[in-house]
């Protein structure tokens, strides 16, 4: 009987001693990391796992660590700004995309990301007045990612005008007035004329000069 008493007393003073230890082992501290973006077309994946998206709240146990890319939509995009607890990020990053991270989290944080579209400038040459071989900058442009340039403004020439052109991959010249080769095509049914939808920068021509462009200038 004593040998039983000893031995349950024994078993007691073990249950005293590892519950509490399991009871804390089952209690680790979770935080959260929320995401969001304000503004903008852009993505926030998790570090090493492009794709998988952090945007909302993620739960984070205490001490880990919490890694993250920021990246645009596109080359049209960039990011504008990044805030983290309420703070702005002014420390060096790149535009085109950056790595985040919180170390040893102990408490709850916020990521808030803007992206904007990226300026391009539109760079229009006509000829030289007095130099029929040489190209002059008659104006110069700056238009926001996939947003349109409208050359049938009087100052370009006016409505359905034949005045400018670019060169492509195939350093052939297509004609923003059919988006053709050839001039004399009558632009396709739909074709806006003369709308650049600015992607990237660009530089375009005319075969003409500043006064036959816009006389009235």
């Not at 090493?48 to 890319?69: C, I, M, R, T």
């Not at 995009?77 to 790595?99: H, R």
């Not at 005045?163 to 991959?169: H, K, L, R, V």
């Not at 988006?179 to 939808?197: H, K």
Request: charged share 25%.
């Amino acid at each position: 009987m004593k040998k039983f008493f000893k031995s349950l007393m024994s078993l007691t003073l073990a249950l005293v001693l590892i519950i509490p230890v399991l009871l804390l082992a089952g209690c680790t501290k979770k935080y959260t990391v929320e995401v969001g973006i304000a503004e903008g077309d852009g993505f926030v994946y998790l570090y090493q796992h492009e794709g998988q998206s952090v945007l909302g709240k993620n739960v984070v146990s205490e001490g880990e660590k919490f890694e993250f890319l920021i990246k645009p939509k596109n080359d049209g995009w960039e990011i504008e700004s990044i805030i983290e607890d309420g703070v702005l990020v002014t420390e060096d990053y790149s535009k085109e995309g950056t790595y985040r991270s919180f170390v040893d989290i102990k408490k709850n944080h916020t990521v808030e990301v803007k992206f904007k579209k990226i300026e391009f400038t539109i760079t229009l040459m006509c000829v030289d007045e007095d130099d029929a071989s040489a190209f002059v900058v008659f104006d110069t442009v700056t238009v926001k990612y996939d947003e349109e340039l409208d050359l049938n403004q009087t100052q370009y020439g006016g409505m359905n005008n034949k005045n400018w052109w670019y060169t492509n991959s195939n350093n052939q010249k297509i004609y923003l007035y059919n988006n053709q080769t050839d001039i004399d095509v009558e632009p396709a049914q739909g074709y806006a004329s003369n709308i650049l939808v600015v992607k990237k920068t660009r530089t375009l021509y005319s075969n003409k000069t500043a006064a036959q462009i816009n006389p009235a200038a």
